[in-house]
């Protein structure tokens, strides 16, 4: 409560723009995430229609940017399209609206805290993003030579001005990043309520904790790694530069990808144990039934954040590091599909014998782990670097990680501001919006990005602005070959028997992406609309146990209007001895089972 | 409600593994959609792990999908009754994570095998005096913004020497014997792709690469040609760079070596001949 002299007088500015209240913070980074959001999906969408309908003119943009060339998109802009979708998607989407939207607003409020443990650095690591947004934007336009060189930014390829912005901006992010991931370990460790023990932690919370604790050790490398390809790119170093026609810099290309990836692998957890915890705390209270295995899950989140740390080399299978790395990677990242296993199992037992509600967030939360089965299963061969020889580079890969963090992780988001939009705006969102928004969200999805397995194991390499200069590419070579070959007589190729097939497949997988894209109108008339004119909620609308349902909707500052002290895990739903079907957290303990039900013990 | 919600989470391992099986066994319109024709030798060892693994997968991915469908269709809500007051069952977790542990290794060592003579076990020739030697190579592939450029060793075999010819996106290659190719980059990072011979290989700038297969000449279809792509991003032009492979019998082949080699270096014999 170190504001709460001073906090009557604050002004506008001071209130709602530089505010070190945590819940601001955290609606702030909400906000912005989702406008990012909005912007990457865009981006997705335009490259998806130069997929189905290659070089022809791109609606809107496309005549305004590309007047001369009657629209089409130049090849150069096509690879900016996708470096900036994945660089949009992970660095000012999914990490900020985990950690730092949910992260924020979440953990004081879970653990019975009345805010960050340091407020001011909380603040800044919200700003620490503008100049994250605007180097971004600069770099996207760059005149002549955006950031084409996909978000892995290897050198030599990655070049020019537009990389300098490109690091420049994930430079603050990364310093956003260990902002948020110092104050969230002090915080989850120093000021937990009364009561609260570690193992009574909900899993969000540990999920976060987790993922700090992984940003902690993580980023740094990165950051190094980003400074060392800055300083090749501006002061003309060669850390990253390899001897070679081109240019003369005696540096070693492989090691950007290890230190690029020794962040990158780990940044995938980071991008998904909070969502895992969240969808574990909902999955629980609206299956009305204590989650199945608290420990082990607590487990198999460490050990996943354990392995994750030397699971890097996975995505160099074939990027001529030693291939005996490729075996002791491999085993490895084989390992780490146990406990994402097991924590698949617990979801199901936690479902299995419940008392399901089926409401929109529970909807997107058992998505969560449909969906995830499908991104674990599908890591499992390339998991195997025998395996991953076909199918490295090519649209399985598309497909795995966005059925990880888009099925995944996305769905998991929606599933907590659909779940926790009550506390944060005081207003409930509608269930019948919702659920369409879910139901056509689901279907379009899927057919977005089941396909592009098919596409993987056919060999599709990803990245490619078209299959149709292949062909062309192919038959012209026919062409002139015939006056060399001693042979050479009707040529059939390979490649363009698959030509009809994969336009067709690309042509629906676009048409179900402009579908899931234009149905989160749904979700946006609902958010909109819900806070402005949703149905009032009270403390607990869905009948939670966890701390922040004992607070107002929405929290005033500092949280608490009283001290909650805790009394047992954050599970005890059908509790047989409760009255009703869920026990908060502060409720007092129930005088004869008080032994039984201490702790959230599996 | 409930059973509709049921039935659309059911839907999902089962038009999954559905597309998977036409995919596989070329069902409309999904036909010429499984992996690509394997002209190799080793190929068979790579396929037979991805539809081994592919088949466990499919398992799981079923199952699972059955046991979540069916806990949303046996359960909803009633508020009537309470739900099972349960922490979990360590005898369950046991279970669940010995008998996956267990299949994950196993699927790890049976790769293992393969992947050490796919990419660590460089073939080797005996040499006249009985010691063994790694093989050279054939061919040396130097990739460039955008497009192939392949280094024949000619009719002496050895690389670096007066005898070498270049073709550009052509790769002539004979069938049935072992064969080493090096890879070389001139500007950024490439790959290798060679969709049939189930090779890849990213080219790292200033670092000399091999990759080592076998063409099975059975396994060719008459006069067709594979496609040689590149499969790490190098720039705007990264989807046109494509190649072809040309597998040839042995005595084409070194017909064809014979036909550069007067081309390149025989203008000379050339003349005199047609005198």
Known sequence: MTESADHQKQSFIWKYVFSRDHKVIGTQFLFSTLIWFALGGALAIALRIQLAWPWTSMPYFGKE?????????????????????????????IIPILAGAFGNILIPLMIGADDMAFPTLNMLSYWVMWPAFIFMGLSFATPTFGPAFGWTANPPMAAGPALTYWLLGLICVGI???????????????????????????????????TAILQAFALPVL?????????????????????????????????????????SH???????????????????????????????????ISGIAGLGFIVWGHHMFISGMNPWLGTTFGLSTILIALPSAIKVFNWLGTLWNGNLRLTTPMLFAISFVSMFIIGG?????????????????????VAHIHYVLFAGTVMGVFAGIYFWFPKIFGRMMNETLGKIHFFLT?????????????????????????????????????????????????KVFVMAKDYEQIMWINEFITYCAIGMGVVQVFFVINFFGCIFFGKRAGRNPWESNTLEWTTPSPPGHGNFDFQPVVHRGPYEYSHPNAEKDYLMQTDPPLEATNQTESGGES | MNRFWSILFFLVPILGVGICLMSAFGIYPLEHTWLPADISESGKDIDFAFNLVMWIIGIVFVGTGLILAMSMWSYPFNADRKATYSHGNTKLEIIWSVIPGVVLIGIFIFQAVYWERQKINQPVVTLADGTTALQ?????????????????????????????????NELHLPTDEPLVVQLESEDVLHSFFLRNLRIKQDLIPGKKQFAWFTIVSEKIEQDKVYDILCAELCGWGHARMNGRLYPKTKSDFQEFLKLNDLKQNGFAMNEAEEK
């Open chain 1, 65 to 93: 940017l590309f007047a001369t060339e009657g629209g089409q998109i130049s090849p150069d802009f096509y690879n900016m399209l996708f470096t900036m979708h994945a660089s949009i998607m992970i660095f000012f989407v």
């Open chain 1, 176 to 210: 956003s990043s260990m902002m948020g991931s110092v104050n969230y370990l002090t915080t989850i460790i120093q000021m937990r309520a009364p009561g609260m023990t570690m193992f009574r932690l909900p899993m969000t919370i540990w999920g976060m904790f987790v």
């Open chain 1, 223 to 263: 950051t190094a790694a980003l400074c060392m390809q800055l300083a090749d790119n501006a002061f003309g170093t060669g850390f990253f530069r390899p001897e070679s026609a081109a240019s003369s810099g005696g540096g070693e290309p492989l090691m950007w990808q290890h230190l690029f990836w020794f962040y």
């Open chain 1, 266 to 300: 780990p940044a995938v957890y980071i991008m998904i144990l909070p969502a895992m915890g969240m969808v574990s705390d909902i999955l629980s209270c609206f299956a009305r039934k204590p989650l199945f295995g608290y420990k082990p899950m607590i487990f198999s």
């Open chain 1, 377 to 397: 299963l599908s890591g499992i061969p390339i998991a195997s670097p025998l395996i991953d020889i076909p199918l490295h580079d090519t649209y399985f890969i």
């Open chain 1, 442 to 490: 689901f279907v379009f999805l899927n057919g977005t990005f089941f396909l592009m397995h098919v596409l993987g194991w056919m060999g599709v390499p990803r990245r490619y602005a078209s299959f149709q200069s292949l062909k062309q590419q192919i038959e012209a070579g026919a062409s002139q070959l015939e006056l060399t070959a001693s042979n050479g007589v009707n």
């Open chain 2, 136 to 168: 050279q190579p054939i061919v040396k592939v130097v990739a460039r913004k955008f497009g192939w450029r392949f280094w024949y060793a000619g009719l002496d075999g050895e690389l670096g020497t007066s005898d070498d010819f270049v073709l550009e």
